[in-house]
C-alpha cells in the first residue's frame, strides 16, 4: 500500500525526535509512507526505507497551507497515486485531504485524536470533513461516540488506540507524597484547578507536593497565582523534560494528576503507570476504557473540585487503597496492545476504505 499523510506536527521534520521514529515504523508495513507538512523549509528527509517526510515551505501559516497542496498533489503525480490520503485533523487539513481525494479518486481517512475548544466556523468545518470522508479512525470509544453525534455512520469509524511505548520501570521513594502533572499549560488542561485543590490540602496540614513538568501560554499566569496562593514551597514549575528526566520524574512520583476537560487518549497515564504510579483523571479519554474508577485509578467528573480534594486526599491517607490501584495500573500497562498490534489495525483501517 501507498499512503499520504498530511500532518502538522513539525517534529518530524527532525529524524532524532520521538514522532519521527513513530513514523518510521510504518516503513515496515507499507510500501511508501509520505509525509507533507507546513514547516518552514521546503526540505525532505528518509526517516526510513519507504518513508519521507516534506516540508511545504513558506514562513506564514496561509501560505504553509497553500504551497502544503502543491507539494502533496505533486507527490500524487509523481509516484503514481496513493491508495489513501490520511490527515491529522478534520479542520483545514481536512479541507486540503478532502480536495485532494476528490481531485484524485483516492479514499480520505481523517484522524480524530481530539476536540479542541473551537468556534463556530471551524465546527463547521470539522462537521462538512467528517460527514464527507471516507472513513474515520479515533482513539476511543468515547471519541467515536462524539464523531457519531457529527452525523457519522459507526461503520466508517474505526476504532485505534494510541500505542505507548512503555517500559516498566522500578518505582523509587520519595520523601514526601508527590503528585504529578504533564501537560501543555493551556485552559483545558485546567491547571488552575489543580493550585486551588493543592491550597484547600496544605491549609488542612497535608503533606505533599505537585510537579508541574509542560509549558503553555498559561504558564505564567500559573505560577503568579502560585505565588498568590502561597504555594511556592509546594508546587514546582519544571518545564518540558526529555524522556530520560521524565522517566526519572515519574519514578519519584506518587500519583498523577489530569482534570482536563477534554482529551482524545491521555497517555501520560499508561507512561506514569508503567512506574506502578496511579492516576486521578477526570472522566475524559481513557477512563471507562482503561482506566477503571477504584480499580486501577481514580475517574472524577470534569471540573469537580471537590471530588479532586477528596481523591488526592484519598491516595495520600489510604494506604491500603494506594497500594491497589497503584498495583493494579502496572498490570494493566502490562496488558497493552503491541506495536505489531497497533499497526497492524492501522493498515486494516486503511484496507476498509480502499
Given at each position: 500500500?501507498?499512503?499520504?499523510?498530511?500532518?502538522?506536527?513539525?517534529?518530524?521534520?527532525?529524524?532524532?525526535?520521538?514522532?519521527?521514529?513513530?513514523m518510521a515504523w510504518f516503513g515496515d508495513i507499507v510500501d511508501r509512507y509520505t509525509?507533507?507538512?507546513?514547516?518552514?523549509q521546503q526540505d525532505k528527509i528518509l526517516l526510513a526505507e519507504g518513508v519521507r517526510a516534506y516540508g511545504s515551505g513558506g514562513t506564514a501559516r496561509p501560505?504553509?497551507?497553500?504551497l502544503l497542496y502543491f507539494v502533496a498533489r505533486r507527490l500524487?503525480?509523481?509516484?503514481?497515486?496513493?491508495?489513501?490520503?490520511?490527515?491529522?485533523?478534520?479542520y483545514f487539513l481536512g479541507i486540503l485531504g478532502l480536495v485532494l481525494s476528490r481531485q484524485f479518486q483516492i479514499p480520505l481517512e481523517v484522524q480524530v485524536h481530539g476536540w479542541e475548544q473551537i468556534g463556530v466556523l471551524k465546527r463547521l468545518i470539522r462537521r462538512v470533513v467528517l460527514k464527507r470522508a471516507t472513513g474515520v479512525r479515533v482513539v476511543s470509544e468515547r471519541m467515536k461516540k462524539d464523531v457519531m453525534a457529527c452525523g457519522v455512520s459507526e461503520q466508517r469509524i474505526?476504532?485505534?488506540?494510541?500505542?505507548?511505548?512503555?517500559?516498566?520501570?522500578?518505582k523509587k521513594s520519595s520523601e514526601v507524597f508527590t503528585f504529578i502533572t504533564v501537560a501543555r499549560l493551556v485552559w483545558v488542561k485546567r491547571i488552575l484547578m489543580q493550585l486551588s485543590v493543592a491550597a484547600t490540602l496544605k491549609a488542612s496540614g497535608h503533606i505533599f507536593q505537585l510537579i508541574i513538568v509542560g509549558d503553555g501560554e498559561e504558564r505564567i499566569s500559573l505560577e503568579t497565582r502560585t505565588r498568590e496562593l502561597n504555594l511556592l514551597d509546594i508546587v514546582h514549575f519544571v518545564g518540558w523534560k526529555d524522556a530520560v528526566q521524565l522517566a526519572d520524574l515519574y519514578a519519584k512520583s506518587d500519583c498523577l494528576l489530569l482534570t482536563s476537560d477534554s482529551e482524545g487518549w491521555g497517555r501520560v497515564i499508561l507512561e506514569?503507570?508503567?512506574?506502578?504510579?496511579?492516576?486521578?483523571?477526570?472522566?475524559?479519554?481513557?477512563a471507562g476504557e482503561v482506566i477503571h474508577n477504584g480499580k486501577n485509578g481514580v475517574v472524577i467528573p470534569v471540573g469537580d473540585q471537590e471530588a479532586l480534594v477528596e481523591a488526592m486526599k484519598r491516595v495520600m491517607m489510604d494506604t491500603m487503597f494506594y497500594n491497589s490501584v497503584a498495583g493494579d495500573i502496572k498490570k494493566t500497562v502490562q496488558t497493552l496492545p503491541t506495536k505489531a498490534e497497533i499497526l497492524f489495525l492501522y493498515v486494516n483501517a486503511w484496507k476498509n476504505i480502499v
Open positions: 500500500m501507498k499512503i499520504l499523510n498530511l500532518s502538522l506536527d513539525k517534529k518530524i521534520m527532525d529524524k532524532a525526535s520521538a514522532v519521527a521514529k513513530r509525509i507533507v507538512i507546513p514547516f518552514f501560505i504553509q497551507f497553500f500524487i503525480l509523481r509516484d503514481e497515486g496513493y491508495d489513501v490520503i490520511t490527515v491529522q485533523d478534520p474505526t476504532v485505534v488506540s494510541v500505542y505507548t511505548d512503555v517500559r516498566l520501570g522500578e506514569a503507570g508503567s512506574y506502578g504510579v496511579p492516576s486521578i483523571m477526570t472522566d475524559v479519554g481513557m
